[in-house]
């Protein structure tokens, strides 16, 4: 009886926080969407009369009639929105990258070597994750300045790192505590160097993880405006987050077609870049478990 009861405040509780959870996701969800796709008229309506993607088409080559939206705000953004995307892609893309890189390491010497403070070293990474990054945003900028990497897409990357190599290094490791560790001693006993076996067989099965640490990597560093606002200056190297602002006057949105086209395809990159890595990770996955088995 005390089982069954047990199931039934649990089933409840979950249901209660699906009912809760998933309007609060696709309400917004829905609104983004439809309002990308409708007509100016029909942005502040629940079901559009019409759909188009002039507000897509805007983005990529603006009229004049775009650039007067909203109290002239769209005339204010001082580079073309395509190039703050492709700003976005390199500094997302650097990140990215050297974040996953570092992770696999770090996992790597977390999981398979015992040394001191090793716990004390694991809790770090998890506190760090939890820090708040704003608080070093200071002194970050003067050591910029001081090395030469303030207002560049380089040292924007490498700020990123700060919440990027956290949230890597922590997926990473817990998907390594799962390789066995016959998979690599295989490889050893077989000739292969440490190294040799890091890269040619723990490196193909931890794809997955791999994959999952760089797209939360790349979504991080993606959506970043913090960082952004405080390390460039420079209006050509603005990223996709600050050239949102424009579409803002006084807490207000201007353009709600153009704003919501441009979520839209900030929010759509990232799974993107999931849909096309996924289909490398099976292979990689057999590859890496078969190759010394």
């Known amino acids: 009886m005390g089982v069954l009861l047990n199931r039934i405040i649990k ?3 979950i249901a209660v926080s699906l009912a809760l959870l998933i309007p609060w ?8 969407f439809k309002t990308a796709f409708s007509r100016p008229e029909d942005a502040w309506t629940w079901i559009p009369s019409s759909f188009t993607l002039q507000n ?5 080559a603006p009229t004049l009639e775009d650039y007067f939206k909203g109290h002239g ?3 204010a953004i001082p580079i073309p929105i395509s190039q703050a995307i492709r700003n976005s892609f390199i500094v997302s893309l650097t990140s990215s990258l050297i974040s996953v890189t570092i992770g696999f390491l770090a996992g790597y010497a977390l999981t398979r070597f015992q040394y001191r403070f090793k716990n004390f070293m694991q809790g770090f990474i ?3 994750y939890t820090f708040p990054v704003f608080i070093i945003v200071i002194p970050l ?6 090395l030469g990497l303030y207002n560049t897409l380089l040292g924007l990357a490498i700020a990123h790192l700060a919440y990027t190599v956290p949230v890597s290094t922590l997926m990473i490791r817990s998907y390594m505590v799962s390789v ?9 006993v077989d000739g292969a160097t440490r190294i040799q076996a890091l890269i040619r067989v723990i490196l193909p099965v931890s794809l997955p993880a791999i994959v999952t640490a760089f797209t939360f990597a790349f979504t991080l560093s993606w959506g970043d405006l913090l960082f952004s606002i405080i390390l460039i200056s420079s209006p050509e190297l603005y990223t996709v987050p600050i050239v949102v602002q424009f579409f803002l006057w006084g807490g207000e949105i201007v353009d709600p077609g153009g704003l919501a086209a441009l979520a839209v395809f900030i929010g759509i990159i990232p799974v993107i ?11 990689g996955l057999m590859r890496g478990a078969l190759r010394y088995g």
């Open 273 to 283: 870049s999931y849909g096309i890595l996924q289909r490398y990770v099976i292979q």
């Open 180 to 188: 066995p560790k016959e998979l690599e001693e295989a490889a050893m």
């Open 73 to 75: 705000m769209r005339a």
């Open 25 to 32: 996701i696709l309400i917004p969800s829905y609104w983004t």
């Open 141 to 146: 900028l003067m050591i910029y300045r001081t």
């Open 11 to 13: 089933g409840c509780v």
């Open 56 to 60: 897509f088409a805007s983005l990529a």
């Open 126 to 128: 998890v506190f760090s």
